[in-house]
């Protein structure tokens, strides 16, 4: 059996296509320059004529025949001979001829046969043709290659194809083709082409859904010209850690290989760059040295590339990439999942599961959902291929990780034809039983012991999520289900900025969307609906930021919205894929992302603590509390901070570090009182290791009431104190109020038993001017127990006046300052008011609110002239209730 031979072969070039159909080498300079080019120039003319093999422009004055030299016509089962090829005078991509194929109604390929591609030793080559689609509808057009031993027999397993030019994504001009040739085995000698035209039957061998109409195209061809054998060095770059991840105190090291016929002008460096792309490592690699080991320095934890460029003569004949991270040690050995936490698979062509077992395993994950039906021939679900899937299976288990199944599409043997009946897997899943109880089986039987839970949807598709039929198609699909497995646990995809009343889903999982653009402070109320669902396990699925956006910018957004959802108290929290599969000239390989390295840290450090509250901080700050037992995690950051970052102090106990979101930790900065300060900016930080009780202690902390009615006299508060940690605590606290202020008593002293709790009443006086809105005192407390703390706690509370509504702003007319101030009353009874406003060398103003009504509301106007001179400058607007003690402040800044 030879290559070309289509008898039974059919799927083994499916899969030589599928591992392979965009796979290149990134040739730039001599070649690449003109694969970006649309003029027409030509390849081999810049070439290094010492590396081409041969040039095929089909230009043969001296050829008295019809088609070029060497090449025959292709005959075989779906090969008839009355579809053929010849010369084209009249069309070529940089001058005519060219050579067409002409399909007459079938499939029509021609080889070459000659002796001009002969090949050496350690080298790989480059085929690059140009090919012009001539009304190719449902059939398409391509190049292969492959090695021919020495008695010109085609070695079958060394066969690669080309991308496949034709239907709506191919216009009509010319495209490029590229064939990327690794070094051949030992008995090959020279390399064999053939070109190919082929109708959709032979070129796609997916199955066919059920009275599917297959059609072909007659008055179709394609034209082919300027076709390079170009001979390149083997060159490969691979590190020795799967997944690509070096973890502390494992050292980071690449390994190289440059091998050439002779070697003769070429020169190899290589270039390793971090997430900034600054170079932070540069050397020359030896040539004809196979297997090269590149240790490198010493290098931070985070996301770096290596660039390994070969050169001749000034001109780069070929480039490897490869992306790695280098990541710390955050727990100290201890090896940890946690359920909390998981990832979202892709559907993709896979080269095994062994380093993606690798990578979640390092990231600690214990939650990943798998695509079985993904509806989709470009990404392919996994159900199509049993073997990658067992294995990912088998070792997603050892690491007692929980597996969902997704279905996410229609299912293989529907997923062909699919965008001519434009059904999707609702549509499907709605018919009638019968019609899909099959491929049900197919995907459920196998693993039904083995998943813990079946979705029936994708997470991020709003067209699943939002049908109103998926309650009864989940149902059916139970009701399937319960023949082949005793209780199937269900999954559903939703959204979380869709109103969840009324919904009612058969499922024990509901997996919300929380989109990239949704801020982060308000991810919480837009959960809490859905946790009054009664749902058994609710979880969430964090979409990513288009790289479009900043690199720091878009990754602390990410960090902060999974920190928010998970503090939201969702059980589990998804993220999209954190490695990607890229093809490479070997096959696809697997690269970690940035997104890993950060969604790691987080799950490293939060684990399977629970919410546990916050701490209050300056306006713009996020303080969240994980807990787990008697330790807990702070997550903290500030929306609000300069560039340079803003200090917080604050007492957290016995915590010795703070870790960044790529896992870098640096030791707590305590100042002279014992506090611990803290540079906040608007990316989170973590600091780990805190005594729970001192959280909890400052959480507790609070003065009561929390709202109160602002008037001259003296108000009645009291501090609230409680005792969280195992301990009797001891210790004395002090209130510190603005200078116009009166706290009476301002020190207290307690002695409160483990879990004991002691209120101490409190008067307090405010100065007359205060402005209304939320106020904040501070309590300098000194604790003596097991440990020594000293603490400094802020007590809030809202200054006003009750069942009132005040606002008010100032804006620029002319050289006019006009300021409205606005009242609305919410009370059960009229209300009067005597309003004033009060600017800096300005004589004050008066209005009067007389018998406001219940429900009604009233704006007064001050306009004070000369505005120049109120730039930047304060202005204070007031309420005094007519016959009652109650005011109400407001200052405004003049822009």
């Not at 290596?306 to 992306?323: C, P």
Request: proline residues 7%.
């Amino acid at each position: 059996m030879t290559v070309d031979h289509r008898v039974g072969l059919r799927a083994a070039r499916w899969v030589w296509r599928a591992a392979f159909a965009v796979v290149l080498v990134a040739v730039v300079g001599p070649l690449g320059a003109a694969a970006e080019e649309e003029d027409g120039a030509d390849d081999w003319k810049r070439a290094d004529h010492q590396r081409v093999v041969k040039v095929f422009d089909f230009d043969e004055p001296d050829n008295l025949g019809t088609i070029p030299k060497y090449w025959e016509l292709f005959g075989g089962e779906s090969f008839p001979r009355y579809a053929g090829g010849g010369f084209d005078p009249e069309v070529g991509r940089t001058a005519p001829p060219s050579f067409y194929l002409d399909m007459n109604g079938r499939n029509v390929a021609f080889r070459y046969r000659g002796i001009e591609t002969r090949i050496r030793p350690n080298s790989d080559y480059l085929v690059v043709g140009w090919i012009k689609p001539n009304d190719l509808r449902t059939s398409r057009a391509t190049i292969t290659a492959y090695y021919l031993d020495y008695e010109g027999m085609p070695l079958r397993e060394t066969q690669r194809q080309g991308r496949l030019v034709g239907g709506d994504d191919s216009s009509e001009g010319w495209h490029r083709v590229e064939v990327f040739m690794p070094a051949g085995p030992f008995e090959a000698s020279a390399l064999g082409l053939t070109l190919w035209v082929e109708q959709a039957s032979i070129w796609d061998p997916t199955p066919r859904p059920e009275h599917h109409i297959e059609r072909s195209d007659v008055h179709a061809g394609a034209w082919f010209d300027d076709i390079l054998v170009y001979r390149l060095p083997r060159v490969t770059l691979s590190t020795p850690a799967q997944g690509d991840i070096f973890v502390a105190p494992q050292v980071a090291e690449l390994r190289t290989t440059v091998l050439d016929h002779d070697g003769a002008g070429l020169s190899a460096a290589l270039e390793v760059c971090d997430a900034t792309g600054e170079v932070v490592d540069r050397c020359a690699i030896p040539v004809q040295v196979e297997a090269h080991q590149v240790v490198l320095p010493d290098l931070d934890p985070g996301y770096y590339q290596a660039r390994l460029r070969i050169t001749s003569g000034g001109h780069t004949l070929v480039n490897r990439r490869l992306a790695f991270a280098v990541l710390t040690d955050i727990r100290a050995g201890l090896r940890y999942t946690s359920h909390a936490f998981g990832v979202v698979l892709e559907g993709a062509e896979r080269s095994g599961a062994e380093s993606e077992v690798a990578l979640v395993a390092a990231a600690g994950l214990g939650a990943v959902k798998v695509p079985l039906w993904t509806g989709s021939e470009a990404t392919p679900g996994l159900v199509e291929d049993t073997p990658t899937l067992d294995v990912l299976l088998n070792g997603l288990l050892r690491l007692r990780v929980d597996v969902t199944g997704v279905l996410g599409g229609l299912p293989p043997e529907l997923a062909h034809g699919a965008d001519e009946t434009q059904r999707s897997l609702i549509d499907i899943l709605n018919d009638p039983v019968e019609s899909w109880r099959g491929y049900l089986g197919a995907a459920v039987a196998p693993y039904a012991s083995v998943l813990a839970s079946w979705q029936v949807g994708t997470d991020g598709d709003p067209a699943v999520a939002n049908d109103p039929r998926l309650a009864d198609v989940l149902a059916a699909v139970r009701s399937e289900m319960l023949t082949l497995m005793t209780s199937p646990y269900l999954t559903a995809p939703g959204w979380v900025d869709v109103d969840p009343r009324g919904q009612t889903l058969p499922v024990e999982r509901f997996t919300l969307t929380v989109p990239g653009g949704i801020h982060p402070d308000y991810i919480g109320a837009h959960l809490q609906p859905f946790r009054e669902l009664g749902i058994m396990r609710l979880e969430a699925y964090i979409e990513a930021l288009p790289h479009t956006y900043d690199r720091i910018a878009r990754l602390s957004h990410w960090a902060a919205q999974i920190l928010e959802t998970r503090h939201a108290g969702v059980d589990a929290v998804y993220v999209p894929q954190l490695w990607r599969w890229r093809p490479t000239v070997s096959g696809p390989t697997v690269e970690p992302t940035e997104e890993f390295i950060v969604y790691r840290t987080i799950a490293a450090l939060l684990g399977e603590a629970r919410p546990d509250g916050m701490l209050f901080a300056d306006e713009g700050v996020r303080a969240l509390v994980f807990s787990q037992g008697e330790r807990s995690v702070l997550a903290v950051w500030d929306r609000r901070a300069p560039p340079e970052g803003r200090t917080w102090e604050v007492q957290l106990g016995a915590a010795k570090r703070v870790v960044d979101l790529w896992g870098r930790s640096t030791p707590l900065e305590r100042t002279a009182d014992g506090l611990h300060r803290l540079t906040l900016t608007p990316t989170p930080v973590f600091v780990d290791d805190i005594e729970r009780w001192v959280t909890a202690f400052q959480r507790q902390l609070r003065l009561l009431p929390e709202s109160v009615t602002f008037s001259l006299a003296t108000h009645e508060h009291a501090v609230h104190i409680a005792n969280p940690s195992p301990g009797v605590l001891i210790g004395r606290l002090t209130l510190e109020v603005p200078e116009t202020w009166r706290a009476r008593p301002r020190n207290l002293e307690f002695n409160i038993s483990a879990g004991g709790r002691s209120t101490f009443p409190v008067e307090l006086r405010y100065g007359n001017n205060e402005s209304a809105g939320a106020k904040v005192l501070y309590a300098d407390v000194q604790l003596r127990g097991s440990e020594e703390y000293h603490l400094r706690v802020p007590l809030c509370f809202d200054l006003g006046i009750e069942d009132v509504d005040v606002w008010s702003f100032a804006t620029l007319r002319g050289n006019r300052v006009i300021v409205r101030h606005g009242v609305r009353n919410r009370s059960d009874e009229a209300l009067s008011f005597r309003a004033y406003a009060t600017a800096p060398g300005r004589d004050r103003q008066y209005k009067v609110i007389i018998g406001l009504e219940p429900g009604e509301s009233i704006t007064r106007e001050y306009r004070f002239e000369d505005a120049e001179d109120l730039a930047g400058q304060t202005i204070r607007v007031s309420l005094r209730e007519v016959n009652g003690p109650r005011m109400h402040n407001l200052q405004l800044t003049v822009p």
